[in-house]
């Protein structure tokens, strides 16, 4: 199946039920809808999973395993539910990794998927209910791929600015190289020639190549279209487009039956397909959660940054365009909350956490966050905390370390991650950042932790900011 064709079902049927599982909400029952999305290797399957299990066992745990779960006093029960005509989010698989012997990080969940949290308590508040003494919440989660939200940006372009900003993108020094055999291939293309599938075809596999190559070798992320970067999709050749700047729209645009014409047509029919979905998830969504690794790109060095920014940027951009109801593209006003999240917090010591958050606030930028000041938070989480921090004595000096096994080892080792930038490191500084950051084996929890919610960092805050 194509991703076009995946998310033609999913428009036309999947989100059909989820539609219809949004709009029925039985009188005394609120519902919360919670979009989850992340970039690439951000953790989004690991917040799911230790978000849902906290969800369900915070009521009966010490109050410091989940400080700011809500009515924790007035919980009477907590259960995990599909939610209609949506896959189900595989929460028991996925914590069985987990708590394993030994752990395993759990496996990534790819395409659309959600798990409703329905919790039962007693009527407090604004949610004193007049028929009945017991009150009904459910948040609704909704897994989708972060290569998705990608392609939110290209609503607010035209093929021809889209191309441009592709092309140089495939131009500079750190993906000129992986383009090569698509940029060969397309200036030779004469948009005016007579349609030909086939060479549509040959150009457009090309260009996956290039898009696939960009994520798995250099883990550059701002990749679009992003449905074409996702290697465990079958891709329909017919399906298939390209930048091509030399494309002009409107009544200069190419005439019928000719290869700049079919790009036009592909490109549009793929940008109905996405403004449907989006539509559909954003129109009855009032929460999404976005979850970025700072720290895996701040380590790959200055480009891998660059690109996480860009990608950032666009994606914020492309929120605050869709929100102006004068666009009328999609109905993005309801959009109440706006968590952006630096995950693997416990991959640098606490005293790092501010700065992390910092650097987020100036990859995303000032106008962005104080346009939206009452909608957007930012926070640092680790959804499973896999080190403690200590202090050690270097030099004479009490200097923080964190202490956990590192990937691919079996003991336990003290690291000392160095000092994250609470800005963006200008060019000339990248040399002298002295970064240690390494990632982790899952820390070793055992069946004890089947009844209380995981250790972590700031996970309760995540929930405290989205239902405030």
Known sequence: MTPLSRLKNAADSTLEGLAAAFDASPLGQRRHRIAVTGLQRSGKTVFITA?????????QAPMAAFPFFPWREHVRDV????????????????????????????????GLSGLRVRIRHGDVGLLRSALSSTATTDLDLIDYPGEWLLDLPMLTQSFRDWSRQMEELA????????????????RALDPAAPENPAELARIGLLYRDYLLRCREERS????QPGRFALADETVDPAALFFPLSTVRSGVRGPRSGTMGAALLRRHAAYLKQVRQFYGEVFGRMGKQVLLVDLLSALQQGRDAFADLGLAIRSISDAFDDLRNPLLRLLPLARVDRLALAATKADHVTADQHANLVNLLRDLIGEPFLQATARQSGLLAVASVRATTDLKLKVNGLATPFLRGIPAGRAEVLDIQPG????????ADQWAEQGFNIRRFEPPRLGPAFRDRPLPHVNLDKVLQFLLA
């Open 51 to 59: 978000f849902a299990h906290a969800l369900r066992t915070a009521a």
């Open 419 to 426: 000092v994250i930038p609470g800005t963006i490191p200008a």
């Open 171 to 186: 131009n500079s020094a750190g993906r000129h190289d992986l383009a090569a055999p698509w940029l060969a291939a397309v």
């Open 220 to 223: 550059l992320c701002f990749v």
């Open 79 to 110: 259960e995990l539910l599909a939610i209609p005509g949506v896959p189900r989010f595989p929460v028991e698989e996925r914590l069985d990794q987990l708590l394993a012997e030994p752990p395993a990080w759990p496996a990534p969940t790819t």
